[in-house]
């Protein structure tokens, strides 16, 4: 199957600086990848579609400057949390679009975020 | 109205039997695909099955056999021969295709369901 990577898979930071995430597809392609936001014990939220080449677009009520997404690659899309604060510790998520087929989002392992 | 429903909070079932997870969808588009992920205490997210709203037969896929009821919009998992390794969050979700292409190829999950099997 279609393998994602994610690194880091664990960060705590102090409250202020910025973190980045990495999303890799490793065996394929992604024009398209996703971002999203996990809370304890829910269902994931979607934060962003990032598209290779172009703006990503943000869901409603996610803050565009404080997370930033770069797709820079056809293999690589990135999230950096900007002045993170404790607010924004959670697990974030990333997946990447497979467009033939059956269209299938293939995950990552995920990163858990602590802000403190 | 939520577009993907899990009544299932929780689900215990006992090692070697089979359980089914129910998903109820709501859609108008005539195009569409239902996903079932499966999430581990570690946090990844597993793809485990695909149904196409087009498909006429059930997907299966090992141990996991999808049962797909169009007209109740239905989309229950079913996992036959439990093992303790099946114990994990479990998410139904929803890629809906609309006519005019602009679909944004997003997922709707479910809030999951959490299945304990018990030896």
């Known amino acids: 199957g279609a393998v994602v990577s994610q690194h880091p898979s664990r960060v705590i930071c102090k409250s202020g600086t910025s973190v980045k995430i990495e999303c890799r597809s490793l065996?394929?392609?992604?024009?398209?990848m996703f971002w999203y936001r996990q809370f304890p014990k829910k269902s994931l939220m979607l934060m962003a579609t990032?598209?290779?080449?172009?703006?990503?677009?943000?869901e409603q009520g996610v803050e565009k400057d404080k997370f930033l997404i770069n797709h820079a690659s056809l293999t690589l899309s990135t999230l950096t949390v900007t002045s993170a604060h404790p607010e924004d510790s959670s697990f974030y998520i990333c997946s990447a679009r497979i467009p033939w087929g059956t269209d299938t989002q293939y995950f990552g392992p995920g990163t858990r975020l602590t802000v403190l | 109205a939520q577009k993907i429903t899990q009544t299932q909070p929780g689900m215990f079932v006992q090692e070697k039997e089979a359980v089914t997870l129910d998903c109820t969808y709501d859609?108008?588009?005539?195009?569409?695909?239902l996903f079932w992920y499966k999430q581990p205490s570690s946090g990844e997210m597993i793809f485990l099955i695909y149904?196409?709203?087009?498909?006429?037969q059930n997907a299966t896929e090992g141990r996991y056999s999808l049962n797909f009821q169009k007209a109740r919009k239905s989309a229950n998992l079913v996992i036959s021969a439990s093992q303790l390794g099946d114990s994990a969050m479990y998410f139904c979700a929803m890629r809906e295709d609309p006519y005019s292409g602009a679909g944004s190829y997003q997922l709707t999950f479910g809030k999951g369901t959490k299945l304990s099997v018990i030896p």
């Open positions: 990032s598209n290779e080449g172009s703006k990503a677009t943000y």
């Open positions: 859609t108008s588009d005539p195009s569409y695909g």
């Open positions: 065996d394929f392609q992604a024009t398209t």
């Open positions: 149904q196409g709203s087009y498909d006429q």
